[in-house]
């Protein structure tokens, strides 16, 4: 199992470039879309061309627990912050993510993989049971094609999107992609997003959950 953040900023930090619209799920959609090259099925939240499926959260959860999972499959949810704003309190946060986790730690367990990748804007605004598990961080950065960051949201040049590790901490870009080939070879589009309800269970539930299944969290 691993669970891949997209994010703006870590905190509130003053950056070089934007944190809106730096080319978190552009940056996603290309990992994405190499995992698909290698065989992963793909599974997202929003359009693109070469997803599985299209669908909510709660839907992708629900799926996973209705069958063994015996292929890898890539998951790219957007706007993860607010999915989980709107579950309400934070003590469902919480229950939701230990819920969600202990599924996903599962699936690993057996011949299935499930790498799960999100974004959002500043990861310290993720509730830090989800942090804790988020094994690799990642900030993009968005650049004209001659080097020059990109400061402007409405900006219709041509970019790139480098991509920084924060965890683990490395000092070179990992990867760098076209944000224009990406667009145009999937397609990507997060102007509709899949969003379902996100099932809170019950501290009692949660329990007998973990009464259930030892030693998975
Ligand atoms: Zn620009």
């Known amino acids: ?55 909510g959260l709660q839907e ?13 499959i890539n998951i790219l949810v957007t706007e993860m912050g607010d999915l989980l704003d709107a579950i309400g309190s934070s003590q469902k946060e919480i229950l939701f993510i230990n819920s969600f986790v202990r599924q996903l730690g599962k699936i690993g367990r057996d011949i299935g993989e499930v790498i799960f990748y999100y974004d959002c804007q500043r990861f310290n605004d993720i509730a830090l049971r989800l942090r804790i598990h988020t094994n690799t961080v990642l900030i993009p950065a968005k650049y004209h094609m001659d080097n020059i960051p990109c400061y402007s949201t409405k900006c219709k040049k041509d970019h790139k999107i480098f991509v920084y590790s924060y965890k683990p901490p490395q000092d070179d870009p ?43 969290l």
Do not use: Q
């Open 174 to 216: 990992i990867k760098c992609f076209n944000a224009r080939k990406i667009g145009e070879t999937t397609k990507y589009d997060t102007y509709e997003i899949a969003k379902d309800v996100l099932y809170i269970p019950s501290k009692k539930e949660f329990a007998k959950m973990l009464s259930e299944d030892k030693g998975v």
């Open 1 to 55: 199992m691993g669970i891949t953040a997209f994010v703006g900023c870590i905190n509130n930090e003053v950056r070089d470039t934007p944190i809106i619209r730096n080319g978190k799920t552009c940056a996603m959609t290309g990992f994405g879309y190499l995992n698909h090259l290698s065989g992963c099925e793909v599974w997202s939240n929003y359009y693109t061309n070469f997803s599985t499926r299209v669908i």
């Open 60 to 72: 992708m959860i629900d799926t996973l627990k209705s069958g063994d999972v015996d292929k890898r």
